[in-house]
C-alpha cells in the first residue's frame, strides 16, 4: 500500500505469511510515523481452488457369463484420487459387485474435491459367454418302412428344444421333419 504522514513515514510492516489457507484471509498492515504514531488497514487474499482433483480408474474388466444366466456379479478395486487441497467425495454411476449382462458396460467413476472441481475416469466390463447350448429333448433315431411302391420314405419327428444361458441361439439343421428319406441310414 502507499502511506503518507505530515512529519515522515518510518516504516510500513505486515503480519504476511508464507502461505495462505484455501479461503479469505486478512492481511494487517502497519504504517508507523516517525514520532511513533501507528496507524492500521486490513487486506483480505481470497486463495481460490481451481484446480482439478486427478482421478485413477481400475482397468478394464472381463468376466464370464454364469452356466444358468446372460450375466454374472462382476466386483473391482475401487478408483482412488488425489488434489491439492482435499478430496469431497469419489462416486461411480455403477456400483462393484452388479450383475452385468452379456456384452460391454462402461463404468464412470467422477472424483469431486472441496471446492466442488470434478474429473471422470472410466473403464469398460465385458461380460462374454463361455457356455455352449444345451439340447434339452432330442428325437431318438427312427426306423420307418419305406413308402409303398417307392424306395424311401417321408419321415416326421418332433423338433428338438433348445437352452442357452444367454436367453438366445440359432439352430440350424440338415434336414426337415416331412422330407423324404432314401433307403438306408441317415443322420440328422
Known amino acids: 500500500p502507499t502511506s503518507t504522514d505530515n512529519c515522515g513515514v518510518q516504516s ?11 479461503g479469505s484471509n486478512t492481511v494487517t498492515w502497519t504504517v ?10 486490513t487486506q483480505t487474499v481470497t486463495v ?3 484446480e ?3 482421478i485413477t480408474c481400475p482397468g478394464d474388466v472381463t468376466a464370464y457369463a454364469d452356466a444358468t444366466s446372460n450375466g454374472t456379479q462382476v466386483s473391482w478395486s475401487a478408483a482412488t484420487a488425489t488434489d491439492n487441497c482435499s478430496i469431497g467425495s ?3 454411476d455403477i456400483a462393484s459387485g452388479t450383475t452385468f449382462t452379456l456384452g460391454t458396460t462402461t463404468v464412470t467413476y467422477t472424483a469431486t474435491d472441496g471446492s466442488g472441481n470434478s474429473v471422470n475416469c472410466t473403464f469398460d466390463v465385458t461380460v462374454l459367454d463361455t457356455v ?3 439340447v434339452v429333448n432330442c428325437p431318438g433315431s427312427i426306423t420307418q418302412d419305406s413308402d ?11 423338433m428338438p428344444t433348445f437352452s442357452d444361458n444367454s ?3 440359432t439352430v440350424v439343421w440338415s434336414h426337415n421333419s416331412g422330407d423324404t428319406f432314401p433307403v438306408g441310414t441317415t443322420s440328422v
Open 48 to 50: 481460490v481452488d481451481a
Open 148 to 158: 409303398a411302391g417307392v424306395c424311401a420314405a417321408v419321415v416326421n419327428w418332433t
Open 90 to 92: 469419489i462416486t461411480s
Open 12 to 22: 510500513v510492516t505486515n503480519d504476511v505469511t508464507t502461505s495462505y489457507s484455501l
Open 52 to 54: 482439478d482433483p486427478v
Open 167 to 169: 436367453g438366445s441361439h
Open 132 to 134: 455352449s447350448p444345451v
Open 32 to 41: 508507523t510515523d516517525i514520532h511513533g504514531n501507528a496507524t492500521t488497514a
